[in-house]
């Protein structure tokens, strides 16, 4: 089998957003994924399939890990876009890999969809958003975080600029978890396109994946270019891609974020 070059891969990277991952809740835990097969009671008996062994959370996590979930001392954060997926939370906690605890739940989110955002992220991707829209209802995922990776993650975010934390209110969140929840919305706006790989209801935007997206955003900006093309042209150079994000940024301003209850 050869070798696939490197504008490929990244063109592959770049549609594959919002990446894969497991179907049902996990823990991903220095750096492997393991499923929760049961998330009653407290976070310490909480079930996980670690390869041919079903244990406690309270087994495999670090005394110190276990404590601060226990005690409350993490950050419930919903991930409308890649932050569920394993092989972002490597990227994104590559560096202190050996010692970093993350519970992945599945949650719905009344009043609100996930979309694609108006904008274009440095490795090319369309990304998401929460969109608020009563009566709608979307199913996502959220992050369990530490103090320390709940930072991680806000810079990876650019919270405060591109991105910023806005409240929410799942349905059927697991006993354990009594933070309040919070996600990522983004500032600029959204395209009129719900991300298929969050199912949502109460909205009448079509679904689509990266592909519909990549192609909404082409004609957002008056451009002329197959897909592939402007994709690849986007990852070859990431002065022109920036360029193009701010563009982008500016078009469908009536998409800007408003909370549920219109403030």
């Not at 919305?185 to 719900?194: I, Q, S, V």
């Not at 199912?199 to 957002?220: K, R």
């Not at 994709?231 to 009536?254: H, T, W, Y």
């Amino acid at each position: 089998m050869s070798a696939m070059d490197e504008t490929t891969l990244r063109l592959q990277w770049a549609l594959s957003y919002p990446f894969a991952r497991p179907r049902e809740a996990f823990v991903f835990l220095n750096g492997a994924s393991w499923p929760i097969t049961s998330s009653e009671g407290g976070f310490a008996d909480w079930r996980v399939r670690a390869g041919r062994i079903a244990a406690r959370l309270s087994q495999l996590l670090a005394p110190r890990q276990l404590a601060d979930f226990g005690a409350g001392a993490y950050h419930a954060v919903a991930a409308v876009g890649s932050n569920a997926a394993p092989g972002q939370l490597r990227r994104k906690f590559a560096a202190h890999l050996d010692d970093v605890a993350i519970l992945v739940i599945r949650i719905t989110v009344p009043d609100h969809i996930v979309a694609y955002a108006n904008r274009l992220a440095e490795y090319a991707s369309v990304p998401a958003t929460l969109v608020a829209r009563p009566g709608a209802k979307a199913q996502v995922w959220a992050t369990l975080l530490s103090n320390r990776d709940y930072d991680t993650m806000n810079a990876t975010e650019d919270r405060g600029e591109i991105y910023d934390g806005v409240p929410i209110a799942p349905i059927d969140a697991p006993q354990a978890v009594t933070r309040p929840f919070e996600a990522y919305a983004c500032l600029t706006g959204c395209l009129p396109l719900r991300v298929a790989a969050f199912p949502s209801t109460g909205c009448a935007w079509p679904e689509g994946g990266q592909w519909e997206a990549q192609a909404l955003a082409i004609d957002a900006l008056g451009l002329d270019l197959p897909v592939d093309r402007f994709i690849m042209e986007n990852v070859g150079d990431p002065a022109l891609c920036k360029a193009r994000d701010q563009a982008l940024s500016a078009v469908f301003p009536e998409n800007r974020w408003i909370s549920a209850s219109g403030s």
